[in-house]
């Protein structure tokens, strides 16, 4: 299984970004599917998780500036982020929780990571 994240870069407080991610491979199903990020020297945090049945899970801090959306056909996930300001600059990875086969346990799996920088 692979995650290829694509969409970050270099935006002025106050803009906005919109970061993709693709699941493929050998997938049975994906039940979470969503993005974390980590800041230079903090930890990596939950940024925001969608569930198969559509339900979300925002952290505090980007409740009503950043919307997700997920395409369960395609494996796929969007995350619109509007008024960006430097704390959010971090480093934003694609994160699945994925099952292989019908009777596989469920594995999570990483992106590579998106850079997000915004300047002040």
């Known amino acids: 299984v692979q995650l290829q994240a694509s969409g970050g870069g270099l935006v002025q407080a106050g803009g906005s970004l919109r970061l993709s991610c693709a699941a493929s491979?050998?997938?049975?199903?994906?039940?979470?599917m969503g993005w974390y990020r980590q800041a230079p020297g903090k930890q990596r945090e939950l940024v925001v998780v969608?569930?198969?049945?559509?339900?979300?899970n925002y952290a505090d801090s980007v409740k009503g500036r950043f919307t997700n959306s997920r395409d369960n056909a395609k494996n796929t996930v969007d995350l619109q982020m509007n008024i960006l300001n430097p704390e959010d600059t971090a480093v934003y990875y694609c994160?699945?929780?994925?099952?292989?086969?019908?009777?596989?346990?469920?594995?999570?799996?990483w992106g590579r990571g998106t850079l997000v920088t915004v300047s002040s």
């Open positions: 969608i569930t198969d049945d559509g339900t979300t």
């Open positions: 491979g050998t997938i049975f199903s994906i039940s979470g």
């Open positions: 994160n699945a929780l994925v099952k292989v086969a019908r009777y596989s346990s469920r594995r999570s799996y």
